[in-house]
């Protein structure tokens, strides 16, 4: 069973490895598998960061811990971003990933948050949409990475 909690600094390591290799191995529809592209998504997603951004009162980072180890990341921006949404590759298609969204919702409705909104990957945008979601446009995140902005009444 899938037990989501607020993220401790003591997880940054994990947080870390959980989203390099989500954007490493699932990402291939955005990265077409190109290592320059993948090294520049995942310069910034190192322990230290995730640390930093733990502690930051403007984001809630959550965990999923499956199998007593974290195989999913989640976090918000306040006022209204879904900032992130990454499961571990081996633990894909295990109701993670979407128990996580749940959580970043709801802690955006918590927060006074009326209509969220996130940037989707090519890979995770159908999960979005599937969630209700709604495409607000398309952008270029940065030189070779397109992503949907999307919203969401909450």
């Not at 409705?109 to 969630?131: P, V």
Request: charged share 30%.
């Amino acid at each position: 069973m899938v037990e989501i909690r607020k993220a401790q600094v003591s997880d940054a390591r994990q947080c870390s490895e959980v989203l390099c290799s989500s954007i490493r191995e699932l990402c291939s529809a955005d990265h077409n598998d190109d290592e320059q592209l993948i090294l520049k998504w995942i310069d910034n997603k190192t322990e230290e960061n995730f640390r930093k951004w733990i502690l930051d009162e403007s984001t809630q980072f959550f965990v999923a811990e499956f199998e007593e180890k974290i195989r999913g990341v989640g976090a918000i921006n306040l006022p209204d971003e879904v900032a992130l949404n990454y499961v571990s590759p081996k633990f894909r298609y295990k109701g993670i990933s979407r128990a996580i969204l749940v959580v970043l919702e709801n802690a955006l409705i918590e927060s006074g948050c009326c209509k969220g909104r996130l940037t989707s990957t090519i890979t995770a945008h159908k999960f979005y949409q599937a969630s209700g979601w709604a495409d607000v446009k398309m952008m270029h995140s940065w030189p070779g990475l397109d992503a949907h902005v999307m919203e969401k009444k909450l």
